[in-house]
Nanobody, 125 residues
């Protein structure tokens, strides 16, 4: 069982940066692949970025490449998402997710078992 708690969301302007954090309550942090998803109003939840537990390999959605950076720190049981060059279309609830397994970073929400409560990110134009 893993509990995930996100923080760091807020209201920002176009072009601003924001850093999201997710703290995982588990004694086996490196046994999980962690990811960020987001869900805008009226849209399906979509993959943003992920980091595996084996070698910290990362994966990004096309819209996130070059603007967002995902990282994890084992000592703090934390997954982070540094977002830059934010756009109004980035407005969504951002969720932290975890799945057992250390290698693959699936882009499908169905493959993640544990979810945080989400943190709202709003980008004004």
């Amino acid at each position: 069982q893993v509990q995930l708690v996100e923080s760091g969301g807020g209201l920002v302007q176009t072009g601003d940066s924001l850093r999201l954090s997710c703290v995982a309550s588990t004694r086996t942090f490196n046994s999980y692949t962690l990811a960020w998803f987001r869900q805008a109003t009226g849209k399906e939840r979509e993959f943003v970025a992920g980091v595996n537990g084996e070698d910290r390999r990362t994966a990004y959605a096309d819209f996130a490449k070059g603007r967002f950076t995902a990282s994890r720190v084992s000592a703090a049981n934390t997954l982070s998402l540094q977002m830059g060059g934010l756009k109004p279309e980035d407005t969504a609830i951002y969720y932290c997710a975890a799945r057992e397994g250390t290698q693959r970073i699936p882009g499908s929400a169905r493959e993640y078992i544990y979810w945080g409560q989400g943190t709202q990110v709003t980008v004004s134009s």
